[in-house]
């Protein structure tokens, strides 16, 4: 029994355990050295609280910091926040089309910048224009990593050492350190504020034109709303200013809704055909918003302006990678038969998802959630869901899902709750959910793995 420091053994004779020995066949002898080191210093402060091991339990000790050395860091989870694009777990799920595209390129050598017909040097936009062109109406069009990158590429190829005319309604933030102004200033260009924040007039960028003018920008207000007293330039006025100043309009339109047709929620949100044929000379948008693909920055619009942002020598630093591309040329392709997306696209699956069915979903789970959480009450209820991701900020989506509250409200709840979210997400798959009102919520939205689900939950243990 190891009940004082110095019976701790040295690190070279667990390494000599049998079940240390294994170990280091499976997974070499540095990573262990140095596990077998890190469970000795933690053993050591552990003896001073006056705890005792012995070297069974030593070396389940190590097993378990390698395990967790191991353990792929990036993991899959279940979103049950009811934010079905989550930013922070990853934005849009992927149609199974997308992942044998990326599957079929990531294995084997491809055509990225292969042109097969003439054996030259090919070009890694050309595999999703004609597809972008067909699809948006826009001339030509090039992919980078984000649409952060397509709009600081956009700034920087136009306008460097020149002005940016922006309605100071429309200088947002994102989110983290994504600040228009900021985007501006970094691309190398001088932002003009024009107009107010809530009221902004085509005269405001009439007066505002002058000879260092590059460019007129319009940028979604992605995730807020400013109501009352509010006026703003539309993109067909913004074109026309910027047509009688020679300068180009672009237009920075965040999620980049291909088409609304099929959905309600999406009726209000301008189209990029229609952001193009109101005039915009290029418009940017993130490929992994309510398009539902992978990562990427998608810009659009004329030739002779997409071919300046191809000659930036910045284009080399954003551009994205072959598997992006893949995906993103198997996503496009959904588009093109818009009634089908509904089925085929998770984002819209998720966002068309049937009332009556979440609620059914919802009556078989509680009984097994019930099962694993004694302290608790779990009942079903209605919750409201959001797209996320800065698309539709204030539209809310009827949902349904689980609340879960502590029975003993009396004492610490907050604490209570604060361990069930631990526990939940301590689950072989994760689970994150939302906590609100003095409640845990998992909204069952996104929910298409139930079975999984239901075998996950488990192995739910609520300290
Ligand atoms: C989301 C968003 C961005 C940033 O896009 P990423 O693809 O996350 O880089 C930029 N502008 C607007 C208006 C947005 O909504």
Not at 10 to 33: F, R
Not at 269 to 284: C, F, Q
Request: glycine content about 6%.
């Amino acid at each position: 029994m190891i009940n004082e420091p110095h019976k701790i053994p040295a690190v070279s004779n667990l390494l000599s355990l049998a079940d240390t020995s294994i170990l280091i066949e499976q997974h070499g002898l540095k990573l262990v050295t140095i596990c077998a080191q890190k469970v000795l210093s933690d053993v050591r402060k552990r003896i001073g609280e006056g705890i005792s091991v012995d070297n069974d339990a030593l070396s389940e000790m190590i097993q378990d910091e390698v395990s967790r050395f191991t353990q792929p860091s990036l993991r899959r989870v279940f979103n049950l926040t009811g934010v079905i694009l989550h930013t922070n777990l990853g934005r849009a799920q992927l149609p199974e089309s997308a992942l044998k595209a990326i599957i079929n390129v990531a294995k084997d050598p491809t055509n990225l910048e292969f042109d097969l017909h003439t054996g030259k040097r090919g070009d890694r936009h050309e595999h999703t224009q004609e597809l972008l062109c067909y699809l948006t109406g826009a001339e030509a069009s090039i992919i980078v990593n984000n649409n952060a990158a397509a709009v600081l590429l956009t700034l920087n190829s136009l306008a460097k050492r020149k002005e940016v005319l922006i309605s100071r309604g429309e200088l947002v933030e994102i989110g983290g350190s994504y600040r228009m102004p900021d985007i501006i200033v970094n691309a190398g260009c001088k932002l003009l504020e024009v107009g107010t924040t809530n009221c902004t007039n085509e005269a405001d960028f009439q007066r505002a034109l002058g000879p260092k003018t590059a460019i007129l920008m319009k940028v979604h207000p992605s995730n807020f709303e400013v109501r009352g007293f509010t006026r703003s330039v539309s993109n067909s006025s913004m074109a026309r200013i910027a047509k009688s100043a020679n300068v180009p309009f672009v237009t920075d339109l965040g999620s980049g809704l291909l088409t609304s047709s099929d959905n309600n929620c999406l009726q209000d949100e301008m189209t990029v055909v229609e952001v193009l044929r109101a005039g915009a000379d290029l418009a940017t948008f993130s490929g992994d918003k309510l398009l539902g693909g992978p990562q990427a920055g998608i810009i659009v619009g004329r030739t002779d302006l997409i071919k300046k942002l191809k000659r930036n020598p910045m284009m080399r630093a954003l551009r994205p990678d072959k598997m992006t591309i893949a995906a993103l040329e198997a996503v496009l392709k959904l588009h093109t038969n818009p009634k089908q997306l509904r089925k085929n696209l998770p984002t819209m699956r998720f966002m068309s998802r049937d009332f009556s069915e979440l609620k059914s979903a919802a009556a078989r789970i509680a009984p097994e959630l019930r099962r694993h959480c004694n302290e608790f009450c779990v009942t079903e209820s209605f919750t409201q869901s959001q797209v996320g991701s800065g698309a539709l900020p204030t539209q809310k989506i009827d949902s349904f899902g689980l609340k879960i509250t502590p029975i003993d409200t009396k004492n610490k709840s907050s604490k209570k709750l604060t361990s069930l979210a631990y526990a939940f997400r301590n689950l072989p798959i994760p689970v994150v959910g939302r906590i609100s009102a003095d409640a845990m919520w998992l909204d069952l939205r996104c929910l298409e793995d139930e079975p999984g689900f239901v075998k996950n939950i488990k192995s739910l243990q609520i300290k």
